[in-house]
């Protein structure tokens, strides 16, 4: 006990020089700890940006590449699916609901997604959290559209504005559909997810638009203008049991070649891909920590000399070169752990002022609260690093305190 009040007096009488080294050491943990739980909670979000849907059917490919187009609305089918496929598979025993995709069109580089108003009443993302309307509702007549948050504010959209809709993906020219023009009937509440980056209309809009039906009669709503094709399709199951038979029954439907995936299994093979980023960043965070340690460990050595005279006059009045050496390794685990639990802090203040931006622009939660188990042991393992960096000074002040004795003069 005497020697843990003689190394917190040690850090008062140097205080200065302490309370910097506290600060990178602070620093470095709320680095640490931020870019994990934002690594985490990134990953989760990722992962999350479909929920609820027991299968993904789409044109035989690839599973990642199924994935990317029919939820990430990034590149293309290889092919489409007949709208009598569709059918058929949606009438299967222990299909609850379906969903059909139909990709291809675009608006000012966002891209337009057909589907059904099953869409807004069975799409999951996040914690099975539905979708909800910032304002308006779904679309009820044919030449009707709902926005994603992103393109609303991006483009200053509003409930009963007209819209263009783009053959192709990329900007409005040539290809623009204005004799068909859609009409804005709702605005969803940011997700975070590819839903705030889509603009959402009906299959018998696509149609509509692809036909030049711009003189549909006033009140005509939904016509039965079925598509011939569609991209892909969502699927929930009454019995998600049923999954895996379901899967190869589809994987071997006769009348295409069709192909149903998993979408965690797909997520978690495109967030494999995409690893190597998130590594990266991991490892700039344990660099910054690393650089912290070499700090403490730099001003204990540079302070050996200039407390030469306080350890020879600590070995006069009775202190062994244990209690030397010791001394200075829990100066070392004081700073670090003060470090840590100002960087404990210093993270909880910097989550609690952006975490409505991170909400509201990314659809990322981060959750302020006592550290995961994870986290723990990240903590653990610096305070380890932090004695063990006190090692060394304690070494040399021991081998000064042995040469020392009491010749070093005032």
């Known amino acids: 006990m005497n020697l843990w009040i003689l190394a917190w007096k040690s850090l008062l009488n140097r205080r200065g020089t302490a309370i910097l080294t506290l600060l990178a050491i602070a620093v470095s943990v709320a680095m640490l700890l931020g870019v994990e739980k934002l690594r985490v909670g990134a990953r989760d979000n990722f992962a999350s940006t479909v929920s609820g849907t027991d299968l993904i059917v789409g044109a035989r490919s690839g599973s990642v590449q199924l994935l990317l187009y029919s939820v990430f609305r990034i590149g293309n089918a290889t092919n489409n699916i007949s709208w009598q496929s569709y059918k058929e598979i949606a009438a299967l025993k222990g299909v609850k609901w379906t969903i059909p995709i139909s990709l291809g069109d675009s608006h000012h580089g966002y891209r337009v997604m057909g589907t059904s108003t099953g869409y807004f009443e069975h799409f999951r993302y996040g914690s099975r959290q539905n979708l909800v309307f910032q304002d308006g509702s779904a679309f009820d007549q044919t030449l009707d559209a709902v926005l994603g948050a992103e393109v609303a504010e991006a483009l200053n959209y509003r409930v009963g504005q007209e819209i263009v809709v783009s053959h192709g993906i990329g900007t409005a020219g040539m290809s623009d559909h204005d004799d068909s023009p859609f009409v804005v009937s709702g605005i969803l509440t940011r997700t975070g997810t590819p839903v705030d980056r889509t603009v959402h209309v009906g299959l018998a809009g696509i149609e509509a638009m692809h036909r030049n039906m ?79 340690l070499v700090g403490l460990l730099a001003v204990s050595l540079a302070g050996l000399g200039e407390r030469r005279r306080e350890m020879a006059i600590l070995r006069s009045v009775g202190a062994g070169y244990r209690h030397i050496a010791g001394l200075l390794i829990l100066e070392s685990m004081l700073l670090t752990l003060m470090g840590i639990i100002a960087g404990l802090i210093l993270q909880t203040l910097a989550l609690l002022a952006i975490q409505d931006y991170l909400i509201g622009g990314f659809g990322i939660y981060l959750p302020i609260g006592w550290p995961t188990t994870g986290e723990w042991k990240m903590l653990l393992a610096l305070l380890t690093a932090g004695i063990l960096v006190g090692v060394i000074p304690a070494w040399r002040g021991y081998r000064n305190s042995l040469l020392d004795g009491l010749s070093t003069r005032v």
């Open 214 to 292: 711009n003189r549909l009669e006033a009140g005509q709503r939904r016509p039965s203008t079925e598509p011939k094709s569609i991209t892909a399709f969502l699927v929930g199951l009454e019995n998600r049991m049923a999954a895996f038979k379901l899967q190869r029954e589809i994987n071997q439907f006769k009348q295409e070649p069709l192909l149903a995936i998993f979408p965690g299994v797909a997520l978690h093979e495109l967030w494999g891909i995409m690893g190597i980023a998130e590594n990266a960043l991991l490892a700039v965070s344990v660099l910054v920590v690393i650089a912290a």
